[in-house]
């Protein structure tokens, strides 16, 4: 899948993403020159890439979207899907956080600095944490502090410290605070037992601290001057803090999923040779698990060859795939946190910065998995608007259908007071039976859970 970025780079003046017939490109300008020929003359492009912690790139002749500032112009490797820091769940931001400090001691190494520190930098392909911003390495002046520290502070550390220490749900700060969380707002939400954390009390609370009286002081104020062994103590310093903070989800979050499962041991194994039966008529290139879990379902469809994106609202589920994923050394399962309520928006300037999460790219398959019920009673969705909204997203869509006698819809259905929209299996199919042509229908249980795959009709 091309993945077309937003324009996001228009802050930095030494170069800019665009994209040229549906080709990314990245411009390096000539203020950037020197930065760029020690990036790749050091030995510390090659060295990264090799180690799967940098996108690679190759030059190619263009004279570039903005001709007059280019020196060079460069095609990296292609993500295939954009993800923002508060759409990962604990240990991913934790491991885009730890690939950025290694990036930066191997920095320091070969006479170099990372200029910024920002979680937007790291995106995950094939299944890891990989640096996309080729223009943010540049060479270390001797003595010259990390620009990137309060950043990085801020895009990663302070969300982590809140995720571990008051609640996950905090992650979502960096939704509404796209330059990161404020180190003086992160220091008054986390609990006073957290001066006890040496990582944490130096890093977040006397940092908050000094920010706040380098700020009110006098602009002619000195820079206080580091020497190399000293940006790798700091690096080091933040490594151990960050490696020390620990998410554990309650076990109920975790375990709901997998002792609630309306299904016998070979129901569920029915369930998966059916899913796997019909994707094989489809061969999707790339599928969304709309409501994931914990990603059983992702992964039959990883398994077809299909680059898959996981979501679930639930951040112990995206988590639990997260991990599960990367233990297998999984490389096509993307777990995301999205909630179809209040999906990811625009943000940033002009809402150009971050794109929304629907706008980001166009899967062959959608999966809806014993979703549509809570979308149509948590969300009070009519089942009119379900039909539009699934067939706005790709051509194909495998969804299960949960009749309305089925307690799990009888227990959301109670919360409604018995006043709803119609839910019922002839109204799913007079709904979706107008924009979709139903290729199969599959019973899954005798008590009326049925899969169906539909195909979109098209104009």
């Not at 934790?94 to 979680?119: C, N, P, W």
């Not at 999205?338 to 999906?343: A, C, H």
Request: aromatic residues 10%.
């Amino acid at each position: 899948m091309i993945q077309t970025m937003a324009a996001v780079s228009f802050r930095d003046p030494a170069g800019f993403v665009y994209v040229d017939r549906g080709d990314l490109r990245r411009q390096v300008n000539q203020v950037h020159r020197e930065h760029y020929d020690r990036l790749m003359g050091s030995g510390l492009y090659h060295e990264l890439v090799a180690e799967g912690l940098l996108i690679p790139h190759e030059e190619v002749e263009d004279e570039g979207r903005q001709p007059s500032l280019a020196y060079k112009v460069l095609r990296p490797e292609t993500v295939g899907w954009i993800s923002y820091p508060y759409e990962w769940s604990f240990s991913q931001l934790r491991d885009a956080a730890l690939v950025t400090l290694e990036i930066q001691r191997r920095a320091i190494g070969r006479g170099m600095t990372l200029k910024d520190g920002s979680a937007y930098n790291i995106q995950f392909h094939r299944g890891r944490p990989v640096f996309i911003d080729t223009l943010s390495f540049e060479i270390r002046r001797e003595g010259e502090p990390w620009l990137g520290y309060r950043q990085f502070c801020e895009h990663f550390l302070a969300p982590l410290a809140l995720m571990a220490k008051v609640d996950h749900r905090l992650n979502q700060l960096s939704r509404t605070n796209i330059d990161g969380i404020p180190l003086d707002l992160a220091a008054r939400l986390l609990p006073a037992r957290t001066w006890l954390n040496p990582g944490l009390a130096i890093h977040l609370r006397l940092h908050a601290r000094l920010q706040r009286s380098y700020e009110s002081a006098s602009a002619t104020r000195g820079t206080m001057r580091i020497g190399e062994r000293g940006l790798l103590g700091l690096v080091d310093s933040l490594s151990a803090t960050i490696r020390r903070l620990r998410w554990r989800p309650g076990r109920r979050g975790w375990a709901s999923y997998e002792s609630d499962l309306p299904y016998t041991a070979a129901g569920y194994e029915l369930k998966a040779r059916i899913v796997r039966d019909l994707i094989d008529r489809v061969r999707p290139s790339t599928a969304w698990d709309l409501g994931a879990n914990t990603g059983f379902f992702s992964r039959i469809v990883a398994e077809s060859g299909a680059s898959t994106v996981a979501f679930d609202v639930d951040p112990a589920c995206v988590e639990r795939a997260y991990l599960d994923a990367k233990a297998r050394g999984e490389s096509r399962i993307l777990p995301l946190v999205l909630d179809l309520f209040n999906p990811s928006p625009a943000t940033g300037w002009m809402n150009r910065e971050r794109a929304p999460i629907f706008d980001r790219g166009a899967p062959d398959l959608v999966m809806a998995l014993a979703l549509i019920h809570h979308l149509a009673f948590t969300g009070n969705q009519p089942m009119e608007n379900l039909a539009a909204f699934f067939q706005g997203l790709a051509p194909w869509l495998l969804i299960e259908f949960v009749p309305e006698d089925d307690p799990q819809v009888s227990r959301l259905a109670a919360h409604r007071g018995g006043i709803h929209h119609e839910y019922s299996r002839e109204a799913f199919e007079r709904c979706f039976g107008k924009l979709f042509q139903m290729i199969a229908i599959e019973p899954l249980t005798e008590q009326g859970r049925t899969l169906y795959l539909l195909r979109r009709w098209e104009d």
